[in-house]
């Protein structure tokens, strides 16, 4: 008796050891979005020796006592971030790379490459994106000889800005084998004009010309997942879903996680079923490395993009009758791949961004759900544009909506040529999606956007673009509030990833993620003071990892 008496007596002491050594994140301005998908606000939070929340604290209220207490001096404090949809070695290899995005013509383009071409004598090929011919006001796609007149002697491959499009110049084309008569390959189009290739390839047919550029070395590649997750995190984001990882870049991840060198949290989708299978066997992985990666899905195509007329619509496009867009599968093929997947307990996330897609995406996991049941959360990623008809059925289906609120104020414009007003009313339908009961995550798409989380939170609020148009917002009954909109960017994009019993909000026993914001963004009077928001610091697991 006396002797379980003592050991009880001292299990009592450990416990108040490892509670003393827990961290008291004293004096912020807290908010946490709550399991009712409301705000919850605190002044303190303590964060426990494992790194993870132990309890909040309301003003007044406090711990008995802690070892260590960080005086968050007042500042804003959410919890870190989530983006449901980039591409974490896109982002990383991109900030490598030629960079585009901030060309306004076609001639300052060309100087940019030349200029990128002298200072960079290695490696070989090339490689950048970015380019919008929309942008540049050409009013046409750019061509071989256009590019040939920046760097002739070397091949330069460049990928469009929604990476549906790729540039070549003619060095490029001919170490690809590319010739008149060359044929496109079915789900893709090599532009041709007077019979010859322009050097333009839409969506499939970049493979012709991705499949001879030399893969980046290991050691390029390790760099990059470095800058990717700098960028996340001075961004504020703590986590992303990886959407289409190769095995390549799970080598990537895991020398990463091994090393030490992994911060955020990556939940990864294989990019198709035999990268799935490849990385993670005949099951998602476990979580690694304190739950900071795993492999949870499949990643699939139903699509390509609105930019470049490849999502696949119900009518044909208003400004090119001619076409519907690009369906990637059959509906058969689609039904086998989402079945491989599923049977093998994948979660699977189908790229759809017409509403022909949207619909076929749709219809499949109806038919799938009578046979894979339980919990399986399908997701279809962007649902940009959604037949009305079809909106109701994401819903009942508990499809899991992930969508990104940059690309409708970067696209609107585009959306409203391509397609018209009246057949866009259930165009990036954020609202109609929470409306319905569909879970909603929100993400970027980085690199394809910013992965900066906030001015996707002010246009999922605002529905107008960074220089307030159109006045009102487009089609502002699908506006959300910043509270559903800061849920889809954390409690949302965790859910959607299987995580939300780790991440997403702050609560007991969720990991202490978290940042400190410049600014109240639940008291800034306009849309564009919540777009400036900076971040100050990132934590991860209850440590500081941004700025180091
Ligand atoms: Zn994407």
């Known amino acids: 008796m006396v002797f379980k008496k003592l050991l009880a007596a001292l299990a009592a002491l450990c416990f108040a050891q490892a509670a003393a050594a827990d961290t008291l994140v004293d004096n912020v301005n807290g908010y946490t979005i709550g399991a009712d998908g409301r705000l919850v606000r605190f002044q303190a939070m303590l964060v426990g020796d494992d790194g ?18 960080f005086d968050g001096k007042g500042r804003t404090l959410l919890p870190g971030l989530i983006d449901a949809h980039g591409h974490v070695m896109g982002l990383g290899l991109n900030a490598l790379q030629l960079d585009l995005s901030d060309t306004k013509s ?13 200072a960079n004598p290695t490696p070989r090929w090339i490689i950048g994106r970015g380019w919008n011919q929309e942008t540049w006001g050409l009013g046409r796609f750019p061509t ?45 189009q090599i532009e041709m004009a007077r019979g010859q290739p ?20 290991p050691r390029t590649r390790d760099q990059a997942l470095d800058r990717a997750q700098e960028i996340m995190l001075s961004n504020g984001l703590t986590a992303a879903a990886d959407m289409g990882t190769s095995p390549d870049d799970w080598l990537v991840m895991r020398r990463a996680g091994d090393d030490g060198r992994l911060k955020v949290r990556i939940i990864a989708y294989g990019s198709g079923v035999e990268s799935a299978l490849a990385i993670a066997g005949t099951r998602p992985t476990p979580w690694l490395y304190g739950d900071r990666l795993r492999l949870v899905g499949v990643k699939l ?12 619509l119900k009518q044909p ?44 995406a749709i219809g499949a996991i109806e038919e799938l759900a009578n046979t894979y049941k339980g919990d399986r959360r399908w997701r279809i990623e962007h649902a940009q544009i959604v037949d009305p008809a079809d909106l109701a059925r994401f819903g009942r289906n508990g499809i899991v909506a992930s969508m990104q609120p940059v690309h409708e104020t970067s696209d609107w414009r585009m959306a409203e040529a391509r397609m018209g007003m009246d057949r866009l009313g259930g165009a990036y339908a954020w609202r109609s999606m929470i409306a319905n009961g569909s879970p909603l995550a929100f993400g ?18 605002s529905r107008q673009d960074p220089e307030g148009q159109p006045p009102g917002g487009w089609l502002p009954e699908q506006r959300v509030s910043l509270e559903q909109a800061l849920a889809a960017f954390t409690r949302g994009a965790a859910y959607a990833g299987f995580a939300e019993d780790r991440i997403g909000s702050l609560e007991k026993g969720r990991w202490a993620d978290f940042i400190l914001v410049d600014r109240d963004i639940f008291d800034v009077p306009t849309p564009r003071q919540l777009r400036e928001t900076k971040v100050v610091e990132t934590w991860i697991a209850g440590r500081k990892v941004w700025p180091n």
Do not use: C
């Not at 997947?341 to 076929?360: K, L």
């Open 106 to 118: 076609l001639q300052e383009a060309q100087a940019k490459i030349a200029a990128y071409a002298a």
């Open 317 to 360: 496009y208003r400004d090119s009758p001619g076409t519907r867009g690009l369906s990637f599968v059959t509906e058969t093929e689609l039904l086998n791949i989402m079945s491989r997947a599923a049977m093998d307990r994948f979660q699977v996330a189908v790229h759809a961004i017409g509403d022909a897609a949207n619909a076929q």
């Open 52 to 69: 993870k929340v132990e309890q909040l604290y309301q003003r007044g209220e406090k711990p008995k006592r802690t070892r260590y207490r």
């Open 301 to 312: 195509y139903a699509d390509g993009a609105l930019g470049s007329r490849g999502a696949w």
């Open 144 to 188: 071989a000889a256009e590019l040939d007149s920046a760097v002739k002697d070397r091949p330069v491959w460049l990928e469009r800005v929604d990476g549906h499009a790729g540039w070549a110049n003619s060095a490029a084309m001919k170490e690809a084998g590319i010739t008149a008569t060359t044929k496109s390959p079915s789900g893709g």
């Open 444 to 461: 970027s798409d980085f690199p394809v956007e910013s992965p900066n989380p906030f001015p996707g939170l002010a246009a999922a609020i």
């Open 198 to 217: 322009t050097g333009i390839f839409v969506d499939a047919a970049s493979s012709l010309i991705d499949k001879v550029v030399p893969p980046a070395l």
